[in-house]
C-alpha cells in the first residue's frame, strides 16, 4: 500500500459548481497536511495547509483532515475556470523532513 | 523577490552526457529538495538536504548527484547513469520544524534526452 493514495483521473465540471478532492494515507504518524495547486508547466504552489485534524477555509478554499479515517479532503466552492490545474495532496510527520506526495488530481473547471 | 529559481527552464541532454540543473533560493531555508515528476507518477524524491555539505538519497536516486556547498543553492546533476532522465525536475525548500510545514517550489526543469 503506498503511503499517499489519490485518484489521478481527470475531474471536470462547470463553472460555480463545487470540486471535491480527497486522499487516504496509511501512515498515522502523519501530523502535518497540505495540498498544492500546479498549473501545466510550472512549479506546484501551496494552497492549504492544515496541522492535525480539523477544518480550515480560506476564501473558496476548504481543507479538512480526519486524522480517525486517515482521509484529507479539499473542496473548492464556485469553482472558476482559473482553478483548472492539478491539485496535489502532501503530508508529513513530526520531526521528518520528507513529503509524501499524492499522484494529483487534475481538474478542469468549464466555462 | 523571495523565492526558488531554477534554472534553465528547458534542457536537451544528448546520450552519455552529464547535465546540471541548477537551483538557487534566497529564503533563508535550511532545507532543499529535488523532485521529479513524471505524468502519471506524482512527485518523486531525488535527494534532500537538512544543512550545508549535507545530503541524504530519496526514493530514486540512482543516476543523479547532488552538492549542497552553500546554504542557498542545491544543484542536481543527471549522470550518463541515469537511463531514462526525461522528465519534468522540480527544486523545492523548506524550514525545519516539527515536519515539513510546506515546501515551496521553484518553476521547474523540463528535461529532454536527443
Do not use: E, M, T
Given at each position: 500500500q503506498k503511503e499517499v493514495e489519490q485518484d489521478p483521473g481527470p475531474l471536470s465540471v462547470p463553472e460555480g459548481a463545487i470540486v471535491s478532492l480527497n486522499c487516504t494515507y496509511s501512515n498515522s504518524a502523519f501530523q502535518y497536511f497540505m495540498w498544492?495547486?500546479?498549473?501545466?508547466?510550472?512549479?506546484?504552489e501551496l494552497l492549504m495547509y492544515t496541522y492535525s485534524s480539523g477544518n480550515k477555509e480560506d476564501g473558496r478554499f476548504t481543507a479538512q483532515v480526519d486524522k480517525s479515517s486517515k482521509y484529507i479532503s479539499l473542496f473548492i466552492r464556485d469553482s472558476q475556470p482559473s482553478d483548472s490545474a492539478t491539485y496535489l495532496c502532501a503530508m508529513s510527520a513530526s520531526g521528518n523532513n520528507r513529503l509524501a506526495f499524492g499522484k494529483g488530481n487534475q481538474v478542469v473547471v468549464i466555462p | 523577490d523571495g523565492g526558488i529559481t531554477q534554472s534553465?527552464?528547458?534542457?536537451?541532454?544528448?546520450e552519455g552526457q552529464n547535465v546540471t540543473l541548477s537551483c538557487e533560493q534566497n529564503l533563508n531555508h535550511d532545507a532543499m529538495y529535488w523532485y521529479r515528476q513524471d505524468p502519471g507518477q506524482g512527485l518523486r524524491l531525488i535527494y534532500y538536504s537538512q544543512i550545508v555539505n549535507d545530503f541524504q538519497k530519496g526514493d530514486i536516486a540512482e543516476g543523479y548527484s547532488v552538492s549542497r556547498e552553500k546554504k542557498e543553492s542545491f544543484p542536481l546533476t543527471v549522470t550518463s547513469a541515469q537511463k531514462n532522465p526525461t522528465a519534468f525536475y522540480l527544486c523545492a525548500s523548506s524550514i525545519i520544524g516539527g515536519g515539513v510545514v510546506g515546501a515551496f517550489f521553484g518553476q521547474g526543469t523540463r528535461l529532454t534526452v536527443v
Open positions: 498544492y495547486r500546479q498549473y501545466s508547466r510550472k512549479g506546484p | 534553465p527552464k528547458y534542457l536537451f541532454r544528448k
